[in-house]
């Protein structure tokens, strides 16, 4: 007699119910541990492939997963689609109205609910917790977890207090998930959840379908129109930015040049956000101009590229927008423009800001570890998966493995511009500098007497973006420091290049922008 065939009752449910043929890296492995009712941290990249790793064993376990997450419209979503593949799963949050809310808790109350969305701060109030001690419950999953973390770059208060979870529910396994952890944030998560025991799952954060490109800021428009003419005429995409007005200029601008563009940004009316955002996941083609308000939560496997405009506020912050390209696999790219005037907005602003100051200090090494990426000398990938703690080799498909840049000697330039800025009293941003260092006579230079300084003109060999560039690279190695008033000013660890005891080696400024990864047609 033939023996059935045994098959694992997670990979049957994977197939008949969500469709798909196998489980993608460590999905396999974190659905049987939290099945077996163990806690588990799941590290994986944007588009990995994270909520398998809670929906699966939810409908293998008895009782209802309840699952935290901090975005509503995710959540809507999500509750859709698991619904026309005949899941049970709903949602309690704000949106809900009374009515509706108690006929949901009725369900959970009686076993009719597999899934269950909750937004934290609903999750939280004593009567919800009264309601989920009433109920079977199969685990809980805690999305977007950095979110409890200060050093992470979305921090929710609510979250801190999740830690109720584990005293109230402690028979109840736990999975917390997030795209974004380097190793403080990681810490934190495993310390504010209580997850000490917790099997942590590291997945790989490298996408090698995604070619990065940094290049120099000189008329961001003109470069990225020129961007998207070469390489993704047709595709869609999105471009950040960081104010709502350049969003919203940006989008107009392109549209003039024909490239069917809209924008994206908290300030706009919610229905016309929710139509621009439809019209991007539906429609081919279309460049979204956004704010980081948009994009967490969007399941748009084809978007081609990534720009952007602005300097994101991390490292982190990067790897999660730039992520949103090319989920399906296919080549994309993540382009960046970015300029000395970048990193001296970025400075100001948290200088500026009112966070307190270990918060700041926070903020400041974010913004070196950012810098350190957009200077890098040599792969850009190395950089990236370094700062999520991952070893690699250079990858063959990033702007410095491709066209890898030339460096020169540039230890009496550096002593030029170390000096000038001495002498010019440690107060002046890199324009004015650059002016005294090609010997520019602009009316500021002449106001301050700066053409009577020794070194006024004696930089004239070199073209303007070389000395940005050179100022930059200072800077972002630490020899110099930039003020509260975006003025620069010599840190200690100049010294020794001032002096001419060492060298510095510059990166040469390029004529051209190296070749961005071609889209494939379909
Ligand atoms: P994340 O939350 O990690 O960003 P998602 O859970 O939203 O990722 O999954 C990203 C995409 O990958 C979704 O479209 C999902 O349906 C798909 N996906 C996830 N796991 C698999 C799998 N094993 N096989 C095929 N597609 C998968
Ligand atoms: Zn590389």
Known sequence: MNQPEQIDPALGILRHTFGYPAFRGEQAAIVSHVQQGGDALVLMPTGGG????YQIPSLLRAGCGIVVSPLIALMQDQVQALRQLGVRAAYLNSTLEAGEASAIERQLLAGELDLLYVAPERLLNSRCIGLLESSAIALFAIDEAHCVSQWGHDFRPEYRQLTVLHERFPDIPRVA?????????????????????????????????????????????????????????????IVYCLSRKKVEETAAWLRTEGISALPYHAGLDA???????????????????????????????????????DLPKSLEAYYQETGRAGRDGLPSNAWMAY?????????????????????????????????????APACRRVVLLRYFGEESTPC????????PPETFDA???????LSTIYRSGQRYGAAHIIDILIG????????????????????????????NSLLRQLVAQGLLGVTEHG???LLEACRPVLRGEVSFMARRVRAAAPKAASSVRR
């Not at 994270?50 to 790793?53: A, I, N, V």
């Not at 996941?281 to 748009?300: E, H, L, N, P, Q």
């Not at 006579?441 to 106001?447: G, L, P, Y």
Request: with cysteine; glycine share 8%; net charge neutral.
């Open 487 to 489: 003025g620069l000013i």
């Open 271 to 309: 229905a016309v956000r929710a139509e621009h955002q439809t019209r991007f996941v539906r429609g081919d083609g279309v460049v979204m101009c956004a704010t980081v308000a948009f994009g967490m939560g969007i399941d748009k496997p084809d978007v081609r590229f990534v720009a952007h405009l």
């Open 339 to 375: 300029g000395l005037q970048d990193m001296v907005l970025q400075r100001e602003m948290i200088e500026q800001s009112q966070a307190p100051d270990e918060i700041k200090r926070v903020e400041r090494r974010k913004l070196e570890a950012l810098l350190g990426y957009a200077e």
């Open 440 to 467: 520019k006579a602009s009316a500021k230079v002449i106001e301050r007497g700066h053409d009577k300084l020794s070194t006024f003109g004696i930089g004239k060999s070199l073209p303007d973006a070389q000395w």
């Open 411 to 417: 230890g009496v330039a550096a002593q030029q511009a």
């Open 396 to 403: 063959g498909n990033c702007d410095m493995c491709l066209t």
């Open 177 to 237: 998930l997030t795209a974004t952890a380097d190793a403080a944030t990681r810490a934190e998560i495993i310390e504010r959840l209580a997850l000490e025991d917790a099997r942590v799952f590291v997945s790989s954060f490298d996408r090698p379908n995604i070619r990065y490109t940094v290049i120099e800021k000189d008329n961001p428009r003109k470069q990225l129109l020129k961007f998207i003419r070469a390489h993704h005429d047709g595709d869609a995409g």
């Open 50 to 53: 994270k909520s398998l790793c």
